[in-house]
């Protein structure tokens, strides 16, 4: 199980999706940034530890996170 985790700029977390596979995770971030009118138009990841996957969708100060539970 995966939780789908987004952090606003002010550093506030809440979870917004969860998701079997990465593939469906990645679904519920692009389902959240259409939801917003938001355009990505890169996804880079990164590890930040054995658990959690960091995604930037190209705004610089907002995240998404991909938590293994």
Same mark, same amino acid.
């Given at each position: 199980? #995966?939780?789908? =985790? +987004?952090?606003?700029s002010?550093g /506030?977390?809440? =979870?917004? @999706?969860?998701a079997?596979?990465?593939?469906?995770? +990645?679904?519920? =971030?692009n389902? +959240? #940034? $259409?939801?917003?009118?938001?355009?990505?138009y890169? /996804?880079?990841?990164?590890n930040?530890?054995d658990? $959690? $996957?960091v995604?930037d969708? @190209?705004?610089?100060?907002?995240? +998404?996170?991909i /938590?293994?539970?």
């Amino acid at each position: 199980m #995966l939780n789908v =985790i +987004f952090e606003n700029s002010k550093g /506030q977390k809440r =979870i917004i @999706g969860t998701a079997e596979t990465n593939d469906e995770a +990645f679904k519920v =971030i692009n389902d +959240f #940034l $259409t939801d917003h009118n938001y355009k990505s138009y890169y /996804q880079r990841t990164w590890n930040k530890d054995d658990k $959690t $996957t960091v995604v930037d969708v @190209g705004s610089h100060t907002e995240f +998404f996170y991909i /938590q293994e539970v």
